[in-house]
């Protein structure tokens, strides 16, 4: 998904980019620009499917940086927009439902979403060369890959862990460490600076 941030907060653009799917083999991560709309489109797994990923990715940040320039603000014919920046939700797509969903750990897109990974630089640079601030969906939660998971098992391969203190507090301190390290990742790779954090910690007193 991706969401427009403009100098007026009251006006946002947002356009789905995946959603979750049911774990389609084709198309794993749930990308709208592929699926269901074109259910032709071709295997991502297969680098025919790589490459037509890649068009399609680049071609739907154009359209959403050119919705940015365009038309956010007072719009094209009231002078300049006023759009600040485009922040990606769910950059690394939603391969799995509820409660795991949007990952929100830009760090981990490599693993979790090599297609994506492959050109996610060219797709903030879109964003950056039009002059506008570039940012990620962040979560407070460390995924973490499900003890003793192997391939065919019915449960998920990872879940959100929260960061608790043995008595079943928030770690502040981990919880802080978590998102200034998947932030630096956004930032040193992509140069972003807006990050919107999904979710919140749970607090047991």
């Known amino acids: 998904m991706f969401a427009v941030r403009p100098a007026n907060p009251k006006r946002i653009a947002i356009a789905d980019g995946s959603d979750y799917n049911g774990q389609n083999p084709k198309n794993p991560r749930g990308w709208d620009w592929m699926f269901p709309k074109d259910a032709a489109a071709p295997d991502i797994r297969t680098p025919q499917g790589i490459k037509y990923f890649q068009e399609r ?4 940040m154009n359209t959403s940086v050119q919705y940015c320039l365009n038309y956010m603000g007072d719009g094209a014919a009231k002078g300049p927009a006023r759009c600040q920046g485009l922040t990606v939700w769910s950059l690394e797509g939603q391969e799995f439902p509820q409660t795991i969903s949007y990952v929100g750990a830009p760090d981990m897109l490599m693993e979790l979403a090599p297609e994506m990974d492959a050109v996610a630089d060219r797709m903030f640079r879109l964003v950056t060369d039009a002059g506008l601030k570039c940012g990620v969906t962040l979560r407070p939660q460390q995924l973490t890959l499900t003890p003793g998971w192997k391939p065919g ?9 929260n960061l608790l203190n043995p008595d079943n507090t928030s770690d502040v301190d981990a919880v802080a460490a978590l998102l200034v390290r998947k932030a630096s990742y956004a930032f040193k790779r992509w140069g972003c600076t807006m990050f919107y954090t999904d979710t919140t910690c749970v607090i047991l007193q």
């Not at 990715?57 to 739907?60: D, G, T, V």
């Not at 098992?153 to 862990?161: E, L, S, V």
């Open 57 to 60: 990715a680049l071609a739907w």
């Open 153 to 161: 098992d019915k449960g998920f391969k990872y879940y959100q862990r």
